[in-house]
């Protein structure tokens, strides 16, 4: 059996059971939520205005009392964990807290749950108390995924590659939770664009090394580098990009 239309009620209609129906389906996903702190590693808040979803009811998750809502819960969770923020109803009202206890992917609810708290995000707690890779849940994630990736670029500026290379800061990251790196590199005439993404003494050699400071990006010090050489030693030109991919 295929599906099937709910009609929408038109003007002068008395019955308008099914545009009820059809309002209740169009936010049964609805996850209006953002966070603070999202350009630092400090601790995260519901941001004032946002809305969500849960359980098939509207709610708002700013206090009565206006501003942005508490996340409560996050000081008796150790450092090194994957955080996730859920929201748990009680009458009329909402509350938000840190969880590390992952949620399941509802259809009937149209989001992540663990039992009748919807999960809004999450970030990652460092060893050092950081808190990073901060995300707001939006459409279900692939295989079965509780948490998703996160892409950051890193403009790399101008940069003579036959230097020393280059450091961009990783501060706000845990560099272990790093999955994939790599970079694009312009050439001084911006006619070439040129990836490195791994270490090498070829031809086209260089490295990005990740570690718990910094990824460094630099060409291997050869003349037969093809990064090496006077076609990338402008200190005008924009070099390009780094970019990666975490786990958030």
């Known amino acids: 059996m295929s599906g099937a239309l709910i009609s929408a009620p038109t003007n002068g209609d008395t019955n308008w059971s099914n545009f009820v129906s059809i309002v209740q389906k169009t936010y049964r996903q609805f996850n209006f939520v953002s966070l603070t702190n999202t350009t630092s590693t400090g601790l995260p808040a519901i941001e004032a205005g946002s809305y969500a979803s849960i359980n098939g009811a509207m709610y708002s998750l700013t206090p009565a009392t206006g501003g942005n809502e508490a996340i409560t819960g996050a000081t008796g969770i150790s450092g090194g964990s994957e955080l996730y923020i859920k929201a748990t109803v009680a009458g009329s009202s909402v509350s938000c807290s840190f969880t590390t206890t992952p949620p399941t992917w509802s259809q009937a609810k149209g989001g992540y749950f663990d039992g009748d708290d919807k999960y809004i995000g999450g970030c990652y707690k460092s060893t050092g108390g950081r808190y990073q890779t901060k995300f707001v849940y939006g459409d279900k994630l692939p295989e079965d995924q509780t948490r998703p990736v996160v892409d950051i670029i890193f403009p790399i500026g101008t940069l003579n590659m036959m230097s020393t290379g280059k450091p961009f800061?990783?501060?706000?990251?845990?560099?272990t939770r790093i999955i994939d790196v790599d970079a694009l590199?312009?050439?001084?005439?911006?006619?070439?664009?040129q990836s490195i993404s791994y270490h090498s003494t070829g031809k086209y050699g260089g490295s990005l090394t990740i570690s718990a400071g910094a990824i460094t990006l630099k060409a291997h010090a050869s003349t037969n580098?093809?990064?090496?050489?006077?076609?990338?030693?402008?200190?005008?030109?924009?070099r390009g990009d780094v970019y990666f991919t975490i786990k958030a």
């Open 169 to 175: 800061d990783l501060t706000n990251y845990e560099y």
């Open 225 to 238: 580098c093809y990064y090496y050489s006077a076609s990338y030693n402008s200190t005008s030109v924009n």
């Open 185 to 193: 590199i312009n050439d001084d005439a911006l006619i070439a664009r």
